[in-house]
Structures are given as structure tokens and as C-alpha cells.
């Protein structure tokens, strides 16, 4: 096995062509977290950002696209933005420890990777997998939603009506081209949450999010999606389409008017004109919202761990999270 770690923008057309090419070898690895793109545009905004491309007997089987972080651990290109991640292969076998530490690197750490990748099966941490919700679109709407709750559905279109009754007719802007309409889901988003506010405080990560909004190829087109009450924003969305369907991203709404129940309006909405347009599937990412999986009417397994180039301070780390998990003190989430 060979390793080499470049910069995303330093990938040919070569190189570009294969990462596309395995992306399709299966619908979840067509995710736009996992495309070229994506990594290309953290790579501009994120000087740490390195793809390590992994070759066997002289051809390349797999890229892994990374960020650098201190003392040589990497973690998920684009983190904390990035809800997919892992290797982009051609299903070949990869000694994954081998590769993190010919790519000089002591460790890479992931959030949520495809638990159909075997290569990283082992690196998983007990407990961490879980489903990722998906909305499945490939019947067409109507058939999506006689498999969700008749209440919920009942009650989405109930306060719709009402919302229309308010400030007028209901209509969803599929794709904006107003750079306000960006600046004000950050606004709503910020104003909600302090970590989307901490994150939105780095410049970096507000020129990712402008250039995906922006972006568009096949494999990661930006979408910035509007519910509109007669004029009034109500709702505004921002996804990325790919090959395999719509990936969510983030979302937020006009606060004054959360008796509506936007978020809810604005799923249905966006469902209804993805599946006229003929995408079959609509991510919600690996979260575990249940508001997520009262929408979703499909998911997929997804697997957070880390690989550790030493099998000593992977057994060290191992009894570091052990010991933390039985600490009354500990936080939930805490990586190590």
C-alpha cells in the first residue's frame, strides 16, 4: 500500500473522474458530504484540509478526505458541518490503520460513517451506531405520504391552512438566487442555538456555506429552498442535491411564527417538489431527532469511532472512554 496526502485542490481530472466513479458503487456513498466538491470547497476556506489517496499494486483504491487538527489527529473534512463521512473507495480492501499511518497521521477520528464500509468496522465505538432517516421519495409523493402518520399529516396541513389564513398563501421558492435569503438563515439559525452561533462567529465556515450554497455540480449542488406566507420568508432551507438525491443541511425558521409548526410545513413542501422533479430520496442526516424519523419512512446505519495508527494508544484511549463512561462527571458526546 501507498499514501499520499495532497491538498483537495491538488486532484486532477484523473483523480477526479475515479472519486466520482466509486462514489457510485453505492447510494449512500453518493452523498454530497463524500464528493470531491465538498472537500474542494473546504479546502479553500480550511488550510488543513488533505485528501490521503490510498494505492494498491500501483492504482489508486480509495481517497480520504480529512482536516488536520492538533498533534497530528485528523478529523472529518469539514467537521462539525460534515454529516457523512468516510473512505471514498472502489469496495477494494484497505487496511484502514495502515493507511492513517502512512498518511503520517496518529489518528483520524469520524462522527458518522456508513456502517456498509467493512474496512472501518472495526474502528467503530461500541454503541455509536445508529440510523440515519431518510425521507424514500422513489414511489412519488403520494405513495411517501400514505406511509407517514395520518395525524401528523392531518395536523401539518391543518396549520398550514392557518398560517395561509394569517399572512397569506403558502408557496415554496425551490431555489433562490438572493444572497439575503442565506444571511437570514444564518441570522435564524445563530439567534436559536449558541453552537450555530460559535460556528457562524468563523468566517471560514460562513465561506464554506456561501460556496456550497453556490455550488453547482452533479455531484454537490447547493439549494436554498423558501417558504414564503404571501411575501414573508417564513422558513428558509439550505440542502445539497447529488446523484443519489437531496441531502439536508440546515434549516431554521421566523421564530414568531413557530405555532406553525414551519420546519414541518417546510419538509412537506420541499418532499412534494423534490419528488416532482424525480429525486428519489431526501437525507435528514445521522441526528437522532425524533421528529426526524416521524418524517423519514426509511434510514441507513451509520457508525461513529476513530483509527488509531498504534494499537497501544488505541487500547489506552479504549479504557479512557470506558472509565469516563462509568465517571458521573462525564458529557455525553466527549470524544477521545
Not at 497521521?105 to 472495526?122: M, S
Not at 422513489?138 to 402518520?149: K, M, T, V
Not at 416521524?294 to 451509520?302: H, Q
Request: charged fraction near 20%; include cysteine; aromatic fraction near 10%.
Amino acid at each position: 500500500m501507498r499514501v499520499t496526502v495532497v491538498r483537495p485542490a491538488d486532484l486532477g481530472p484523473g483523480e477526479a473522474d475515479l472519486w466520482a466513479r466509486f462514489q457510485k458503487t453505492s447510494p449512500v456513498m453518493s452523498s454530497p458530504f463524500l464528493s470531491l466538491t465538498f472537500s474542494q470547497i473546504v479546502g479553500r476556506a480550511r488550510p488543513g484540509a488533505r485528501v490521503a489517496v490510498i494505492e494498491s499494486d500501483g492504482e489508486i483504491s480509495a481517497f480520504l478526505p480529512f482536516e488536520l487538527a492538533a498533534r497530528r489527529i485528523a478529523m472529518p473534512i469539514g467537521y462539525p458541518m460534515n454529516d457523512l463521512q468516510g473512505l471514498i473507495s472502489s469496495g477494494a480492501p484497505v487496511d484502514a490503520r495502515s493507511a492513517i499511518r502512512k498518511a503520517g497521521l496518529r489518528g483520524w477520528r469520524f462522527i458518522a460513517v456508513p456502517a456498509e464500509q467493512a474496512a472501518l468496522a472495526p474502528y467503530h465505538y461500541r454503541g455509536t451506531t445508529v440510523q440515519a432517516p431518510v425521507a424514500d421519495l422513489s414511489n412519488g409523493y403520494e405513495a411517501f405520504i400514505q406511509s407517514r402518520s395520518r395525524s401528523l399529516v392531518a395536523e401539518t396541513a391543518r396549520k398550514r391552512r392557518a398560517l395561509e389564513r394569517q399572512s397569506g398563501a403558502v408557496s415554496l421558492e425551490w431555489s433562490s438566487p438572493r444572497p439575503d435569503r442565506l444571511r437570514q438563515l444564518i441570522g435564524w439559525k445563530s439567534g436559536k442555538y449558541g453552537g450555530t452561533r460559535q460556528l457562524f462567529s468563523d468566517p471560514a465556515a460562513v465561506r464554506i456555506v456561501e460556496e456550497i450554497a453556490a455550488s453547482a455540480t452533479e455531484d454537490c449542488q447547493g439549494l436554498v429552498s423558501v417558504l414564503l406566507a404571501g411575501e414573508r420568508p417564513v422558513t428558509i432551507y439550505l440542502g445539497m442535491t447529488g446523484p443519489r438525491g437531496l441531502t439536508g443541511w440546515f434549516a431554521s425558521y421566523d421564530s414568531s411564527l413557530s405555532r406553525f409548526s414551519p420546519g414541518t410545513v417546510m419538509f412537506f413542501a420541499v418532499a412534494e417538489e423534490a419528488a416532482r422533479r424525480g429525486i428519489a430520496a431526501f437525507e435528514l442526516g445521522y441526528g437522532q431527532d425524533g421528529y426526524k424519523f416521524r418524517l423519514g419512512n426509511d434510514s441507513y446505519p451509520v457508525a461513529g469511532g476513530a483509527v488509531w495508527a498504534s494499537r497501544a494508544e488505541e487500547k489506552a484511549r479504549d479504557i479512557y472512554r470506558r472509565v469516563r463512561r462509568k465517571s458521573p462527571s462525564a458529557q455525553p458526546g466527549t470524544a477521545s
